[in-house]
Structure formats: C-alpha cells, structure tokens
Nanobody
C-alpha cells in the first residue's frame, strides 16, 4: 500500500517557484533515503533529486542543479523539493519515493526505490 503523499504542485508561469512536499502516513519516510522523480507527458520517468536519511547528503540531476533544492524535516515527517526559476520543460507529474534499505543510493535509478506516492502535477507556462 502506498503511504507517501505529494502536495504543492500547481500551474505557474516560467520563472516562478513551487515547493513540493512529501509526507508519510507510516514510518517509511523517516527511516529511508528519499528521492523525487518526474514524468513529462509522453516521456520516461526521470530522476530529479535524492536525500539521505539524515539529510546530510544530496544528489541532483543536471537539470535540477542550481535551481532545485531537496530537504527534509524528520520531526514533521516531510521531504521537500523547492523548485525555483521554473521552466516549461519542468512540466511533469512529480513523484516522491523511498529508497530500499537504510543506506543511500546515489545513482539516480528508479530501481533503488520501493515505495512511491501518487504524484503531484506541476505545470509551467511560458
């Protein structure tokens, strides 16, 4: 059963910002490294960012570096994706996911994740 829930998506103009949130109704989020993926219409799912359990280590796709920031608040049981300087090509459904085990995979591979949210739509207009 999916326990991760994303929120914060919406329709914004290019150059604007959005902050996505991912919460866990169970215990998956607090004990796992987490990541964000996205899938644009007609395209394959792609990696966006990842963060270790304690939040000390992060990983970003080239398309996200310098614009997006992944963070987490263990006390609030929430992982965030701050997205600045949004571009039309950022338009996609964004998914939150939990990595397998208790380590940190830094490969940006979907296979390293075993729990997924339902996604939140982000649409960036020109």
């Amino acid at each position: 059963q999916v326990q991760l829930v994303e929120s914060g998506g919406g329709l914004v103009p290019a150059g604007d910002s959005l902050r996505l949130s991912c919460s866990d109704s169970g215990q998956t989020l607090s004990s796992r490294a987490m990541g964000w993926f996205r899938r644009a219409p007609g395209k394959e799912r792609e990696f966006v960012a990842a963060i270790s359990r304690g939040g000390a280590r992060t990983l970003y796709a080239d398309s996200a570096k310098g614009r997006f920031t992944i963070s987490r608040d263990i006390a609030k049981n929430t992982v965030y994706l701050q997205m600045n300087s949004l571009k039309p090509e950022d338009t996609a459904v964004y998914y939150c996911a939990a990595q397998r085990g208790l380590g940190f995979y830094s490969r940006g591979q979907a296979n390293d994740y075993d729990s997924w949210g339902q996604g939140t739509q982000v649409t960036v207009s020109s």
